[in-house]
C-alpha cells in the first residue's frame, strides 16, 4: 500500500483556528510531581498538578511553533504577537495565588528589537481584575510589562517562541530540593479564552486521509503533556478507526506516597489525579468519537519510584533494568504485592473505560522475565522466586551458554509462574467488568525467541498462554524487521502458531518503531511493507506503533489503490509469438538544450516499459478466435496477463537455457533472507515479478542452494539468511505482465482474408515486486 511522509502541508486542505486554541496547550514539569491538561470547554482548559516539594513548578505552555502534531495537522508558525489581545477567566486552587510573590507569571521566550534571545517575566496580577482565585486577566501584547510591579520593562512582542504560565505549590520555595510535609494537589482552570487584534487566528491543517484499515496505538508516557482531544483529532485525521491500544506507561500514571524517605507508588491508592482526570477525558473522547480504546499495561515501572524488593533480579542480585534513560524495572511475578498493584490498576483502568461507555478491552503489554542484554542473564533471582524455585535454584549466569537439565527446568517453573501472573491479571479484569471483556496478550519474538538464546522461550512463552488463555495473541517484531531478518520472522510465525495455538483470526500484529527521526526514511518502508504481509497472512487487527512517531516522522499512510491491486490473470497469452511480432523498449527521458546548444538529459524512469503488438502473429481464423474469446475474458485492459517475449524470456543471456549463476541476485548479510529476482543489462537492472517457477536454480557462492522457497511477487526466501559476504544468484525463465492496451478489439474479415494482420497492442504492467 502507498505511504508518505510528509515533511510540510502543502496545497493539502486547511482551516483556521483561534490563536490560544485550549487544544494546543501543553504543559511540563520536572519528575517526581505529576501534571496533565484537558479541555473542560471549546475555550476552556484545565491543568492538574500533584506536587512533592517545595521548589516544583508546572507550566501550562504555548508554542508559537506546532512541534508536535503530524505536519498535515500542525498549525501555522506565528511568533509575532504584536496587536494581539489574549483575555481568559482564572481560577485556581491548592496553588500560589495571584496577588502573592511567585504567584502565576507568565514567562516569554523570545528575541529583543535587536534579535538577542531573552525572557520576559509578566506577573498576571498585574493584568487581572476581581480575585486572586477567580479573576478575570486581559494581556495586551503590544503593552505587555516585565516585572513584580508596574510600571516595568516592556515586553517585545514581534518575535516570541514560546510562553508558559507557572504553577507552583502552596509552601512554594524557590529552587528548594526540600519535601512538602504532605502531598499538595493543585488546580488551575482558563476558561473563556479568546484573542483579538492582528493574527487573533492560525491557518491548521484540517486533512481527513480516507480510513485504510490500520489502526494505531499511542502511549500515555509519551503525550501527557498534550491534551486528549489533540491527539484524537490527529489519530482520526491520518484514517485511524476501531481499536486504539493505549499503553499506559510506567511512569506517570500512579500515585505517590513517602515509604521511609523515599517516593515510590503508592500501594493503598492507584492512580495520581492528573492521569485519572486525563484518562476519563481520553477515553470519553475516545467512545464518543467511536473509537475502541485498548488499555495496555506492562510489568514495567520507573525505576527510581519501584519498590526494590518488587524488582527482578539476576543470579548476582543485579536488578532487571531496560535501557530507558532513566530506567524502568521489571516487577516480579512472584511477589504476590506487585502483581495485586498491577491487577488494582488495570480494574482502575478499565473502571475508567466502562464509565465512558467503552468496552473493557485490556491489554497484557509484553510480560516477561527480563535477561540483561550485556550479560545473557534471566531476572529469575529476587527473594520471592528464590522462595517459589524451592529456595536455591540452580544458577543461569548467560542464557547464551548451553544449559543442563536443570537449567531447562528451573525456566519452565519461571514460564508456568509468569503463566500463572497473566492469568491473574486477566481474571481480575474479567471480574471487574460490568460488561463484556475481551483479553490480549503482547509479547516480543525478537526477545523471546532470541536465536542466541535458544531456551529462553521457557520463561517467556509458557505453555500456560496457549489458546484460549487470552482472547487474542499480539506480536510485535520490529527489532527483525528493521534489521531485513525475514527468516527469523517467518520461522517465528510458523512456531508461535505452533506452541500456542492462537489461529489468525485470533492475533494482531504491531508494526513500528522508529526510535530516531534520523532513521524515518529507511525504516519506514520496512514498517508499511509489515502492515502489507499481516493483511496478507489474514491479520485483520494491525496497529502502527506508535503515535509519537507517526506525528514526528509525517508517517501517512494512505487507502488501497489499484497500484497495490492490480487485477490479474496468471494465464499466458494463448497464442506462439513468431518473429513477426513487433517489440519495442520504451524508456522516458526529459531533454533539455541549453541556448549554447548543449543538452541536459535525465532519465525519468528506471527500467524500460515494454510495449508489444502481437497481431502479426496471427494466422488462422481459429487464432483469430482464441484471441478474440481472450480479449473477452480479459475484460478488454482491465485484467492483465503472461507474455512470453519471444526475443527476450531468460536469464540466460535472451533465450538461452537458465543456469544458477546467472544474474546476481544480492550479498548476505547475516540477517536479510529475501532476495528480488532481477536481470541486468549491463548496469540497467529489470525486475522479473513474474518467472516461471518451475525453472528456477538459486545458487550460493556459486553452489547449488536448497532450503529456500519461491515468494509471489517475484522473491527468493530462504529459510536461513545466507551468511555475511555470500553471493546470491539464479537462474530463470519469466514472462511479462501486460494488458491490452485499447478498449477495442478492431478485426476486419476482409482485410484478414487478403492476409493483412491485425494490431493487437499490449503494455507491460509495473507490478510491485
Request: hydrophobic content about 45%; proline content about 7%; aromatic content about 12%.
Amino acid at each position: 500500500m502507498a505511504f508518505w511522509l510528509a515533511k510540510t502541508r502543502n496545497g493539502q486542505h486547511c482551516d483556521h483556528i483561534q490563536r490560544f486554541d485550549p487544544r494546543f496547550w501543553t504543559v511540563n514539569f520536572p519528575r517526581p510531581m505529576m501534571a496533565s491538561v484537558v479541555t473542560t470547554a471549546p475555550d476552556a482548559l484545565r491543568v492538574d498538578c500533584e506536587f512533592f516539594h517545595e521548589g516544583e513548578l508546572a507550566g501550562l505552555i504555548w508554542e508559537s511553533e506546532d512541534g508536535l502534531d503530524h505536519p498535515l495537522l500542525a498549525y501555522a508558525t506565528q511568533r509575532d504577537y504584536a496587536r494581539c489581545v489574549l483575555r481568559f477567566r482564572w481560577r485556581s486552587g491548592g496553588v500560589l495565588a495571584l496577588d502573592v510573590p511567585h504567584g502565576p507569571t507568565l514567562t516569554i521566550e523570545g528575541r529583543d528589537a535587536a534579535g538577542i534571545e531573552r525572557a520576559w517575566y509578566v506577573r498576571l496580577w498585574n493584568y487581572a481584575s476581581g480575585s486572586p482565585t477567580d479573576a478575570l486577566i486581559e494581556l495586551p501584547f503590544s503593552a505587555l510589562q516585565s516585572g513584580y510591579g508596574l510600571p516595568g520593562e516592556p515586553v517585545h512582542p514581534s518575535h516570541i517562541d514560546r510562553m508558559f504560565i507557572s504553577l507552583v505549590p502552596n509552601g512554594y520555595a524557590e529552587g528548594s530540593a526540600t519535601r512538602l510535609p504532605a502531598r499538595v494537589n493543585g488546580w488551575a482552570e482558563m476558561s473563556a479564552i479568546s484573542c483579538a487584534g492582528e493574527n487573533a487566528v492560525l491557518e491548521i491543517g484540517d486533512v481527513l486521509i480516507p480510513t485504510h484499515g490500520e489502526q494505531i496505538a499511542t502511549a500515555y508516557d509519551d503525550c501527557f503533556n498534550q491534551t486528549p482531544a489533540r491527539l484524537l483529532r490527529t489519530i482520526e485525521g491520518l484514517g485511524y478507526r476501531g481499536r486504539v491500544v493505549h499503553y499506559v506507561g510506567m511512569s506517570h500514571y500512579f500515585r505517590l506516597a513517602d515509604f521511609s524517605g523515599e517516593l515510590l507508588v503508592s500501594f493503598g491508592a492507584t492512580l495520581c489525579t492528573p492521569a485519572e482526570r486525563w484518562h476519563a477525558d481520553y477515553f470519553q473522547r475516545a467512545v464518543a468519537l467511536g473509537f475502541a480504546p485498548i488499555v495496555s499495561l506492562s510489568f514495567e515501572l520507573l525505576a527510581e519510584h519501584c519498590p526494590s524488593w518488587w524488582k527482578q533480579k539476576a543470579w548476582n542480585g543485579s536488578e532487571g533494568l531496560t535501557g530507558w534513560d532513566p530506567p524502568s524495572a521489571l516487577l516480579t511475578p512472584a511477589h504476590p504485592a506487585a502483581m495485586g498493584y498491577l491487577q488494582t490498576i488495570a480494574v482502575r483502568f478499565v473502571d475508567l473505560l466502562e464509565a465512558a461507555g467503552g468496552k473493557a478491552l485490556f491489554q497484557i503489554g509484553e510480560p516477561w522475565w527480563w535477561v540483561q542484554p550485556d550479560t545473557g542473564a534471566p531476572c529469575l533471582y529476587d527473594g520471592k522466586a528464590k522462595a517459589a524455585f524451592g529456595g536455591s535454584p540452580p544458577v543461569i549466569a548467560d542464557l547464551r551458554q548451553p544449559l543442563d537439565a536443570s537449567r531447562t527446568a528451573l525456566l519452565d517453573q519461571a514460564g508456568a509462574l509468569l503463566a500463572q501472573a497473566t492469568a491473574g491479571l486477566a481474571q481480575a479484569v474479567r471480574a471487574a467488568a460490568a460488561g463484556e471483556s475481551e483479553i490480549m496478550l503482547l509479547t516480543f519474538p525478537p526477545t523471546v525467541l532470541d536465536p542466541a538464546m535458544p531456551e529462553a522461550w521457557r520463561a517467556n512463552m509458557p505453555v500456560g498462554w496457549h489458546h484460549p488463555a487470552f482472547d487474542r495473541l499480539q506480536l510485535e517484531d520490529y527489532d527483525w524487521l528493521t534489521a531485513g531478518a525475514d527468516a527469523a520472522r517467518r520461522a517465528a510465525y510458523a512456531r508461535i502458531e505452533d506452541h500456542l495455538g492462537y489461529p489468525a483470526a485470533a492475533t494482531d500484529y504491531f508494526a513500528g518503531f522508529v526510535l530516531a527521526r534520523a532513521d524515518a526514511d529507511r525504516l519506514w518502508p520496512w514498517i508499511d511493507t509489515a502492515l502489507d504481509e499481516a493483511r496478507a497472512r489474514g491479520l485483520a487487527q494491525r496497529f502502527v506503533w506508535a503515535l509519537p512517531q507517526v506525528a514526528r516522522d509525517g508517517y501517512t499512510r494512505l487507502p488501497p489503490g489499484d497500484h497495490a491491486m492490480i487485477p490479474f490473470d496468471d494465464v499466458a497469452y494463448p497464442l506462439a509469438l513468431g518473429r513477426d511480432a513487433a517489440v519495442s523498449p520504451e524508456f522516458s527521458t526529459s531533454v533539455a538544450v541549453t541556448a549554447s546548444g548543449y543538452e541536459h538529459r535525465n532519465a525519468l524512469w528506471s527500467d524500460a516499459l515494454m510495449r508489444y503488438d502481437v497481431g502479426p502473429g496471427i494466422r488462422s481464423e481459429a487464432e483469430l478466435g482464441t484471441l478474440i474469446a481472450f480479449f473477452r475474458a480479459r475484460y478488454g485492459p482491465a485484467r492483465g496477463f503472461r507474455l512470453r517475449d519471444p526475443f527476450d524470456f531468460s536469464s540466460g543471456g535472451m533465450t538461452g537455457a537458465p543456469a544458477a549463476t546467472d544474474q546476481r541476485l544480492g550479498t548476505g548479510d547475516g540477517a536479510t533472507s529475501r532476495f528480488r529476482l532481477v536481470k541486468h543489462y549491463g548496469e540497467q537492472q529489470r525486475v522479473i515479478t513474474r518467472p516461471e517457477v518451475a525453472s528456477l536454480v538459486v545458487a550460493v557462492d556459486g553452489t547449488a542452494a536448497t532450503g529456500w522457497s519461491y515468494e509471489t511477487g517475484g522473491w527468493i526466501a530462504f529459510d536461513a539468511a545466507p551468511v555475511e559476504g555470500a553471493d546470491i544468484t539464479a537462474g530463470f525463465l519469466f514472462d511479462v505482465p501486460v494488458r491490452f492496451a485499447e478498449d477495442r478489439l478492431e478485426v476486419s474479415g476482409l482485410s484478414f482474408a487478403a492476409g493483412e494482420a491485425p494490431s493487437v497492442p499490449l503494455i507491460e504492467l509495473r507490478e510491485a515486486a
